[in-house]
C-alpha cells in the first residue's frame, strides 16, 4: 500500500511553493550571528536528527538480536506503551498547539472563519476520515473461503466432524492472524503519514530559521523527539509483518523526511516568509489533521488493543509495568515541549 507517498509529495511541493512566494504580513525572525555560524547548526542538527530517527524506527527489531525485546515478550508490550504515550503527547502537546496558534495567529488580518475553532474541526475531521479508511480497508479485505467437509457414512461421520473442527479451528486462527497483520499494515501507513506531514513542517522551519540561538535548543531537543516517534512507527512496521524492502523504504522515508525538509528550508532560508497568510493556513491545517490522526492512532490502534489484551489483564505486574511506561512516555515528550 503506497497511498501515503503521493499525499506527502504534494504536502511538500504545495508547502515549498507557499513558503517561497508568499507575502509577509509580520515581522520576520530576527538574525543573529552570521549565516556560517547559523548553516554549522543547521547541518548539525540534520546528522543529529538524521542518525536519532534511524536508530528510533530501528530499535523496534531488535527483538530478533535482543530476545527479551522479541513481540512475543513483556518487554514489547512495555515498548509499545512508551512509544504510545509519545505519540499521544506528539499530538496533543506539541503539534495541536501549534495549529491553534498558526490559524488564529495575528498576522491572519483576514479570517474567513472568524471566531470559529478551525483547528479543532480539522483535527476532528482527520480523526474521523481515519476511522472511515480503516474500516473501509478492513472491509475491503479478501476473505478466505472455506470449504465444508462432510463424513461419507455413519462410520466415518464422527471422524469427519473432529476433522472438519480441527481444520476449521486452524483455519480461523489462521485468519484472525492475516486480519491482525493487515491492520497493522494500515496502521503503519496512516501513523507514517501523519508524523511525515508534521516532519515536513518541522524541517523546513528549522532549515529557514536565521538564528542559531533559535537552533541550539532545537538540535537535542528534536533529536529525542524524532527518536521516540521512529520507535513508535517502527513497532507498527514490525507487527506488520511487511516485506524487507517495504520495511526498509518505510524506516528511510520517515528517517529522511526532517532532514529533507532541513535541506529545503536552507535553500529558501532567503524568500521564507514564516508569517505570511498562506504559510500560516498550510501549517495550521497540515499540523491539525496530524494531531487528529495521531491521538486517534495513539487512542485506538496502540493503547486500546494492548491495554485490553488478555496477557495484559492476567499479568498484573504487565499491566503496572505498562501504566508506568505510557506516563513515562506522553511525560518525556511533554516534556520536550519546552525546547520545541
Known amino acids: 500500500m503506497e497511498f501515503q507517498k503521493p499525499i506527502v509529495t504534494a504536502f511538500l511541493l504545495l508547502t515549498l511553493v507557499i513558503r517561497a512566494f508568499a507575502d509577509c504580513s509580520c515581522e520576520d525572525?530576527?538574525?543573529?550571528?552570521?549565516?556560517?555560524e547559523t548553516l554549522k547548526y543547521k547541518l548539525i542538527a540534520l546528522a543529529s536528527i538524521l542518525i536519532a530517527g534511524g536508530i528510533g524506527v530501528?530499535?523496534?527489531?531488535?527483538?530478533?538480536?535482543?530476545?527479551?525485546?522479541?513481540?512475543?515478550?513483556?518487554?514489547?508490550?512495555?515498548?509499545?506503551?512508551?512509544?504510545?504515550?509519545?505519540?499521544?503527547?506528539?499530538?496533543?502537546?506539541?503539534?495541536?498547539?501549534?495549529?491553534?496558534?498558526?490559524?488564529?495567529?495575528?498576522?491572519?488580518?483576514?479570517?474567513?472563519?472568524?471566531?470559529?475553532?478551525?483547528?479543532?474541526?480539522?483535527?476532528?475531521?482527520?480523526?474521523?476520515?481515519?476511522?472511515?479508511?480503516e474500516s473501509w480497508s478492513a472491509?475491503?479485505?479478501?476473505?478466505n473461503q472455506t470449504v465444508a467437509v462432510e463424513g461419507v457414512d455413519d462410520e466415518e461421520k464422527n471422524v469427519g466432524v473432529v476433522t472438519v473442527h480441527m481444520h476449521a479451528t486452524h483455519h480461523h486462527s489462521h485468519a484472525n492472524d492475516n486480519s491482525q497483520v493487515y491492520r497493522y499494515r494500515i496502521i503503519s501507513q496512516v501513523l507514517e503519514l501523519g508524523i511525515v506531514a508534521h516532519s515536513i513542517i518541522i524541517g523546513?522551519?528549522?532549515?529557514?530559521?536565521?538564528?542559531?540561538?533559535?537552533?541550539?535548543?532545537?538540535?537535542?531537543?528534536?533529536?529525542?523527539h524524532q527518536f521516540f516517534e521512529g520507535l513508535g512507527l517502527g513497532g507498527c512496521i514490525f507487527q506488520a509483518k511487511i516485506k524487507s524492502l517495504a520495511t526498509i523504504s518505510m524506516g528511510a522515508f520517515?528517517?529522511?523526511?526532517?532532514?529533507?525538509?532541513?535541506?529545503?528550508?536552507?535553500?529558501?532560508?532567503?524568500?521564507?516568509?514564516?508569517?505570511?497568510?498562506?504559510?500560516?493556513?498550510?501549517?495550521?491545517?497540515?499540523?491539525?489533521?496530524?494531531?487528529?490522526?495521531?491521538?486517534?492512532?495513539?487512542?485506538v490502534n496502540l493503547l486500546s488493543p494492548d491495554f485490553n489484551n488478555p496477557r495484559m489483564q492476567n499479568k498484573k505486574m504487565l499491566l503496572l509495568g505498562s501504566n508506568v511506561f505510557l506516563l513515562l512516555g506522553?511525560?518525556?515528550?511533554?516534556?520536550?515541549?519546552?525546547w520545541a
Not at 523546513?204 to 529525542?224: N, W
Not at 506522553?330 to 519546552?338: H, P, Y
Open 204 to 224: 523546513l522551519s528549522l532549515g529557514a530559521s536565521k538564528s542559531p540561538e533559535t537552533i541550539k535548543p532545537l538540535i537535542v531537543a528534536l533529536s529525542f
Open 58 to 133: 530501528s530499535l523496534p527489531f531488535a527483538g530478533k538480536i535482543f530476545p527479551a525485546l522479541g513481540q512475543e515478550k513483556d518487554g514489547f508490550f512495555l515498548v509499545k506503551s512508551f512509544a504510545a504515550g509519545v505519540m499521544l503527547a506528539t499530538g496533543f502537546i506539541h503539534i495541536l498547539p501549534d495549529a491553534f496558534e498558526s490559524l488564529t495567529s495575528p498576522c491572519l488580518k483576514e479570517q474567513v472563519w472568524g471566531d470559529f475553532p478551525l483547528s479543532g474541526f480539522v483535527a476532528m475531521i482527520a480523526t474521523i476520515v481515519t476511522l472511515m479508511f
Open 330 to 338: 506522553a511525560g518525556l515528550m511533554s516534556l520536550l515541549a519546552k
Open 29 to 36: 525572525e530576527e538574525i543573529h550571528g552570521n549565516k556560517s
Open 139 to 143: 472491509a475491503c479485505q479478501p476473505k
Open 254 to 299: 520517515f528517517t529522511l523526511t526532517t532532514p529533507g525538509g532541513i535541506v529545503i528550508g536552507i535553500l529558501l532560508s532567503n524568500s521564507y516568509k514564516e508569517n505570511s497568510t498562506n504559510s500560516l493556513i498550510v501549517e495550521g491545517v497540515l499540523n491539525a489533521a496530524s494531531a487528529g490522526m495521531l491521538i486517534y492512532m495513539a487512542l
